[in-house]
């Protein structure tokens, strides 16, 4: 017969809110295989760490963990250290061990000396990274140097970065980590959610409320299985289209790729690193770098401990790792750091309603050689000319202080729309204009052949396009 588990072992198991912006809720979407996916690798890491940006639902995951290991009849305890930052409970052995007690009914010493199968999730860990509670830092070394004690206790931390970033690294070294592959919902987990959002709006009486497959599709590879930046794109399409039409599907990738989608985004936790935006020359540097350097899987050039610049970053959630290689939390974040990097502000609000031609010509007028000329983006042969990513900056540049009023430019949109190809900018609102940007006539046939009706952009609303071939001099067209 089944261990019943005990009144403080349940009190919050069963009591979540439809839905909430912050842990467990009927929303929640964590197939079976990924949770003993990360059940395996607590045994073989006893005791581990999961650093994750904010706002990629480590608290959810922490909250599923405990009912997971509860439903096993084992004693599970998840706690957040959210409450004590700032506070001398950090410092003070009493106050740390009574603000377990109050918040799970045992001290943090009298978990660990449990003999039945144990499992402690710790939320916000890095709250009390550096030189905060020496007492748990030590206990927790202890345990990991003497591992034939106390065998079955298992203790996971979640935190937003590793302590390695920290100015003062805690004691604790973690040789192997979980980070946000644990986190992103796959393909099918997104299916399921997006059906569960639908079915609620529809019962609350949005009938006519649903997520085209194209627009599904978008959302996923703009999140890259993000899970809160996925419910937060299901949301804003809740918002903006709760009577979906014919034209819906369009409507609604061209949100997506629109500033008021980006606007809203900021406004999130997952963008906290864009607000008050007034990076240093050095952070402008490092930016600029990783953005260029980036690959199509958001994996860019960048080590953490070469560049300190680069910590705040990951500490902000901008970046994170996975096998020891750095890259963008989703692919949404490139093309907001790019409109924050090299836009130009109120440039826009000068340009009254124009025509294509007019915008690009105007665009290629405001490029400045000064700039160009400096660029240390160019290429490693002999003639060394500027990289096809130099000019499309300093294009972008230009473009936001000549596109018309109540338009913008968005850089890499392909995926906004499901298209396999990544058109370089679009001008969104009723325009629907794309440009293509080349140097030196490089495979221009095959550019061409992305525009056709049954090329690589076919799913973008395109009304006018160009390539522009930037030359080093006249020669020409290679294919």
């Known amino acids: 017969k089944r261990k019943q588990p005990s009144l403080d072992e349940t009190s919050h198991m069963g009591h979540y809110p439809p839905e909430s912006d912050e842990g467990r809720d009927s929303l929640m979407v964590i197939s079976p295989c990924r949770l003993k996916m990360i059940d395996e690798f607590m045994t073989a890491n006893r005791f581990s760490l999961l650093r994750s940006p904010p706002y990629t639902g480590k608290t959810t995951l922490g909250v599923v963990l405990r009912d997971y290991f509860l439903a096993l009849n084992h004693k599970a305890v998840y706690i957040s250290l959210a409450g004590m930052a700032g506070k001398e409970t950090r410092f003070n052995e009493n106050l740390f061990q009574h603000y377990w007690k109050e918040r799970v009914g045992h001290t943090w010493d009298e978990i660990i000396r449990w003999t039945e199968p144990t499992e402690i999730i710790i939320d916000e860990a890095q709250i009390i990274y550096g030189d905060c509670a020496p007492f748990f830092w030590g206990d927790l070394k202890e345990l990991m140097s003497t591992p034939w004690e106390n065998i079955t206790l298992r203790v996971l931390l979640l935190a937003t970065y590793d302590p390695a970033l920290n100015s003062q690294p805690s004691p604790v070294h973690f040789t192997n980590t979980l980070g946000l592959d644990a986190l992103r919902i796959t393909s099918d987990e997104f299916e399921r959610l997006v059906a569960t959002f639908v079915e609620r709006r529809r019962a609350l009486g949005n009938e006519a409320f649903g997520i085209p497959t194209p627009v599904k599709k978008a959302i996923f590879n703009l999140a890259n299985g993000h899970a809160d930046l996925c419910r937060f794109a299901l949301t804003s399409m809740h918002h903006m289209f709760r009577d979906n039409d014919s034209d819906s599907a369009v409507n609604m990738l061209r949100y997506l790729a629109s500033s008021h989608f980006r606007t809203a985004l900021q406004c999130t936790r997952a963008f906290v690193w864009t607000q008050n935006w007034s990076p240093t020359v050095q952070e402008s540097e490092f930016l600029s770098k990783i953005f260029l350097s980036c690959d199509s899987e ?148 095959e550019h061409r052949k992305r525009f056709a009706q049954d090329g690589e952009y076919k799913n973008i609303p395109l009304k006018e396009w160009v390539i522009i071939d930037f030359r080093h001099q006249s020669k020409p067209i290679t294919s």
Not at 322 to 350: D, E, Q, W, Y
Not at 388 to 400: L, V
Request: aromatic residues 10%.
């Open 298 to 445: 958001s994996f860019c050039n960048v080590g953490v401990d070469s560049n300190p610049v680069a910590k705040s970053f990951f500490k902000l959630g901008l970046l994170t790792t996975i096998n020891h290689r750095s890259l963008f939390t989703a692919p949404i974040m490139r093309i907001v750091l790019g409109h924050c990097l090299f836009t130009v502000s109120g440039g826009s609000k000068s340009s009254p309603a124009i025509t294509f031609d007019e915008f690009v010509m105007r665009t290629i007028e405001r490029m400045k050689p000064s700039i160009l000329s400096k660029s240390l983006g160019r290429g490693t042969d002999q003639e060394s000319y500027l990289l096809e990513r130099t000019w499309q900056m300093e294009w972008y540049r230009a473009a936001t202080s000549a596109v018309p009023v109540n338009a913008t430019v968005s850089p890499d949109v392909g995926g906004v729309f499901g298209s396999v190809g990544f058109l370089d900018f679009y001008v969104d609102g009723d325009l629907c204009w794309g440009v293509e940007l080349l140097r030196e006539g490089d495979r221009m046939k």
